[in-house]
């Protein structure tokens, strides 16, 4: 019968007696003495209550560390094989991170609050296309559209972003290119 209650907190509370269930009154009312109480086990004797609970306090902080070096900047599985390249893949993980804190502390300063996850999203998502006039091999970066949150980010950082299409030089891109084969130009996309 008692397999039949998932939650181990709610089987302690039943008796099992003959195959039929009841409720233990007695176990509830010595669990109701501790409603509203809220306990926290540490080790570190030179610290006061409050200062512990203080720390306690600030352990999202860590978990949100973890969560995003894990999930948004996908520190882990890590394909290095030798002692010096993991310690440098974890330091690179470990700078964006920084960076990352420090975009979302520079937005919540200057703009509306954003998470890193939207930060991340929004970045994403801002595009440009190099063209290629094949007759002249003038380059030109088509910028796409610059949505409300985009512009708050280059603000929040003191940089512009075009939102008109300008002449890029005779010098980068060439490598990236591909021949489109519409009206002599090579397109290309980047992010």
């Known amino acids: ?16 007696e003959n195959g039929s269930a009841s409720i233990n009154q007695e176990k509830i009312k ?51 094989w030798t002692e010096n390249r993991i310690k440098a893949h974890i330091a690179i993980c470990f700078l964006a991170f920084t960076l990352a804190k ?28 190099v063209v290629i006039d094949l007759a002249s091999q003038k380059k030109y970066m088509i910028p796409s559209h610059v949505t409300v949150n985009q512009k708050k980010l280059y603000q929040a950082f003191g940089l512009k972003r075009s939102q008109v299409p300008y002449d890029l030089g005779s010098e980068a891109f060439a490598i990236f290119t591909k021949e489109d084969g519409v009206n002599g130009t090579l397109l290309l996309s980047f992010t």
């Open 102 to 129: 420090q975009a979302v502390y520079r937005i919540a300063l200057q703009q509306e609050p954003m998470s890193f996850e939207q930060i991340r999203n929004e970045l994403l998502h801002a595009q440009s296309s």
């Open 1 to 16: 019968m008692k397999d039949l209650i998932p939650h181990y907190g709610s089987k302690k509370y039943i008796s099992i």
């Open 30 to 80: 010595a669990d109701a003495q501790w409603d509203g109480f809220h306990g926290v086990i540490t080790n570190a004797t030179d610290k006061t209550s409050s200062e512990c609970l203080s720390r306690y306090r600030e352990l999202w902080q860590i978990e949100e560390a973890f969560r995003i070096s894990k999930h948004d900047l996908k520190m882990r599985p890590i394909f290095h």
